[in-house]
């Protein structure tokens, strides 16, 4: 079992920033992948952004070149800088461990 806690979720204006956080717990010596999804109303949820084992990440198309996934190993945590941000941005965003553990989930909302 592993555990997964996000935060850093809130309201910012377009053009603004978040960190978000996803601190894992238990059984993370079985984890060798971390990722970021996201889901708005009447959509069905995305990947963002994930991070492998070695290092490798990956970014949906809309959110490369303002959003970065980095992890902490020291502190089991994985990041999501956000950048830039647009109204679209606006979701819960899900943290995951190799899509089988899920995190409560954390409102990002951009608006003006």
């Known amino acids: 079992q592993v555990q997964l806690v996000e935060s850093g979720g809130g309201l910012v204006q377009p053009g603004g920033s978040l960190r978000l956080s996803c601190a894992a717990s238990?059984?993370?010596?079985?984890?060798?992948?971390m990722g970021w999804y996201r889901q708005a109303p009447g959509k069905e949820r995305e990947l963002v952004a994930a991070i492998i084992s070695g290092g490798s990440t990956a970014y949906e198309d809309s959110v490369k070149g303002r959003f970065t996934i980095s992890r902490d190993n020291a502190k089991n945590t994985v990041y999501l800088q956000m950048n830039s941000l647009k109204p679209e941005d606006t979701a819960v965003y899900y943290c995951?461990?190799?899509?089988?553990?899920w995190g409560q989930g954390t409102q990002v909302t951009v608006s003006s």
């Open positions: 995951t461990s190799n899509k089988r553990f």
């Open positions: 238990g059984s993370i010596f079985s984890i060798n992948y």
